[in-house]
């Protein structure tokens, strides 16, 4: 706790032949003092102590010093202060929030680590501190020797966190979060990512006294704007989209078991990931008519270093739902059919997921993307192969809100079906809403036709 409420008395001179200069000061009631062996030294003590409350500086009413002061004598290292900011967090983090967070602090620490003779690779240090110094999840592991001796010389060379409170130093650190690797800039959404772990864990520093404020606030920087927009070139047709899935189920037993995934997606609206969890109680399959998906999780692929249990894999909520909501999704009779088709022929897995990879677990993002590559090679044309259509499975996604919104649905139902905003979507699909306003024009001049046609004369 600070206190404005400081009181100084003169020096006074005690009975010691060691240290008789005596300075004693009050903060907020409570008495402070320090021994000096020249009145010299307690004078020019006293005189600092002035000079802080006389720049209006907060006193520590613990220690009784300026603020300034502890946290000067309060010298963390950056590295230690990243490192217990990464370990904080990883209890409450998905997986990919944690990958995250190493990833950034990663980036920073060796922005402000210095550069030349001694300094590790950029390689070994990125390893170093992304695999083990910022996985809270391998903390009780001894990492192999080359990372070990990198770790240390990154705890001996890292600046202390107060070394922070400086402008340019934080201006250097954001212009490599800002950079991919290979020096081309990150997109816009990773650096906002990687900007606010950074952030966070300065935040940190602020709450524990080690920084006087977080000194990100006071540099000007161009966040790159984000691209918000569908990339409508990505969008399938419905036909380009049929011809899609016939190209992967006509990729041998690989293909055939994978169509039911991809078409999950399209005519489902579906994430991957929910595909991924999608099991055969949560179907309602009917022999006729329409159909309905009762979606309950979703599981994202991550490294295995960065999950509880170690698996490739994380099973989590619904995105955006609390951790037990359900999203009902109707399915159209083509979808119902192809899963019908599926479970026939393939069964479920133990734990009665319908898709399931070679070597069984789940469906990795590297084999369906692979089919997913060939089958756009077989169904398109080059010049369509070389463009954005469909470039990833996920465009599928896109491809199905699109044809929705096209077809009619209205926003709140797309939005309940896609599981997201109205907002999301109305900022996201604008491009494939604003195309719908000659047709919307038409019905509303139709509308007023008919009103004014039947209207009674005077």
């Not at 692929?301 to 999950?307: I, M, P």
């Not at 009619?408 to 699909?429: C, H, I, K, M």
């Amino acid at each position: 706790m600070h206190s404005y409420n400081v009181r100084i008395w003169s020096i006074r001179k005690r009975p010691s032949k060691a240290a008789p200069f005596q300075l004693r000061w009050q903060v907020d009631g409570k008495e402070h003092q320090e021994k000096f062996a020249t009145k010299t030294l307690a004078d020019a003590r006293r005189a600092e102590l002035l000079t802080a409350t006389r720049k209006g500086e907060p006193f520590d009413k613990e220690t009784g010093l300026p603020v300034s002061e502890v946290r000067e004598r309060n010298r963390t290292n950056w590295y230690v202060h990243a490192r217990a900011h990464a370990a904080r967090k990883w209890p409450t983090a998905a997986a990919k929030h944690r990958a995250s967070i190493a990833e950034s602090l990663t980036i920073a620490t060796m922005a402000l680590c210095p550069t030349g003779k001694g300094r590790p690779t950029d390689d070994l240090l990125r390893r170093a501190l992304y695999q083990w110094g910022f996985n809270a999840g391998r903390h009780d592991q001894e990492p192999p020797e080359a990372e070990v001796k990198a770790l240390a010389w990154v705890e001996r060379n890292a600046p202390a966190v107060v070394d922070l409170d400086s402008a340019q130093r934080v201006r250097t650190v954001l212009e490599h979060l800002a950079k991919r690797q290979d020096g081309k800039p990150a997109a816009a959404n990773t650096f906002r990512r990687r900007r606010a772990v950074l952030s966070n864990c300065l935040r940190l520093a602020v709450e524990h006294e080690l920084l006087p404020g977080n000194p990100l606030h006071r540099v000007h920087w161009e966040t790159p704007k984000v691209v918000e927009e569908l990339d409508v070139r990505s969008v399938a047709t419905p036909a380009q989209a049929r011809a899609l899935l016939d190209a992967v189920r006509a990729q041998g037993p690989r293909g055939a078991h994978l169509v039911a995934f991809f078409a999950c997606i399209y005519y489902a609206a579906l994430r991957p990931e929910e595909v991924s969890m999608l099991s055969a109680d949560q179907c309602d399959l009917p022999s006729d008519g329409w159909g309905r998906l009762m979606l309950a999780g979703a599981r994202p692929q991550v490294g295995s270093a960065w999950t509880d249990d170690g698996k490739p894999y994380e099973e989590r909520q619904l995105k955006h739902r609390a951790r037990r909501a359900v999203r009902p999704v109707p399915i159209p009779p083509v979808l119902v059919g192809i899963l019908r088709d599926h479970l026939e022929a393939s069964g479920t897995t133990a734990d009665g997921r319908l898709f399931s990879a070679v070597r069984g677990g789940p469906v990795r993002s590297q084999e369906y993307g692979a089919v997913w590559k060939e089958a756009r090679r077989k169904a398109l044309t080059p010049a369509q192969v070389a463009s954005p259509l469909a470039a990833i499975p996920y465009d599928l996604r896109h491809a199905c809100v699109s044809f929705w919104l096209r077809s009619g649905v209205s926003l709140a139902e797309t939005a309940r079906r896609a599981g997201q905003s109205v907002a999301v979507l109305q900022r996201y699909y604008a491009k494939v809403l604003d195309g719908e306003e000659d047709r919307m024009n038409a019905l509303i001049e139709q509308g007023l036709a008919e009103h004014e046609g039947g209207a009674e004369g005077p």
